[in-house]
C-alpha cells in the first residue's frame, strides 16, 4: 500500500522531490522513512519521520535531504538538493508500526515491516 514516484535522471547540483502515497500510514502511530540501495550495495536508511514529526537523518543525507509529511494527504516526501553522483540508487518508502520511535540513525532495511516498490533516481556528473 505504499506507492512512490518522483524518481527519474538529474545532473550533479539538481534536485528532486519524492513522494510516496501512504494512506493509513501517515497520521498514526508509524515511524515513515526512505531506504535506497545504491546498485551493487547494501541497503542505507536516508531518513526518517515518527509519528510525532521528529526526524533522522543519515550522516549522507543531513543538509540536502529533507523528509516531510503531509497527513492530510497522506503522503511522505523526501526532497533532495545538491544530488551528488553516489546518491544515484533504488528509493523505497517504508513504514513501521513502532508508536512514536525511530531509529537514530534511520535503519537500512531488516527493521522495517512495510515497503513500496520502489522509484530509481540516477544522478550525472
Known amino acids: 500500500h505504499l506507492m512512490e514516484s518522483g524518481g527519474g535522471s538529474v545532473q550533479a547540483g539538481g534536485s528532486l522531490r519524492l513522494s510516496c502515497a501512504a494512506p493509513?500510514?501517515?497520521?498514526?502511530?508509524?515511524?515513515m522513512g526512505w531506504v535506497r540501495q545504491p546498485p551493487g550495495k547494501e541497503y542505507e536508511g536516508v531518513a526518517a519521520?515518527?509519528?510525532?514529526?521528529?526526524?533522522r537523518y543519515a550522516d549522507s543525507a543531513k543538509g540536502r535531504l529533507t523528509i516531510s509529511k503531509d497527513n492530510a494527504k497522506n503522503t511522505l516526501y523526501l526532497q533532495m538538493n545538491s544530488l551528488k553522483p553516489e546518491d544515484t540508487a533504488m528509493y523505497y518508502c517504508?513504514?513501521?508500526?513502532?508508536?512514536?520511535?525511530?531509529?537514530?540513525?534511520?535503519?537500512?532495511?531488516?527493521?522495517?515491516?512495510?515497503w513500496g516498490q520502489g522509484t530509481q533516481v540516477t544522478v550525472s556528473s
Open positions: 519521520i515518527s509519528s510525532d514529526g521528529t526526524t
Open positions: 517504508a513504514a513501521r508500526r513502532s508508536g512514536t520511535y525511530c531509529t537514530n540513525p534511520p535503519a537500512p532495511k531488516y527493521w522495517w515491516h512495510y
Open positions: 493509513g500510514y501517515t497520521s498514526s502511530n508509524y515511524c
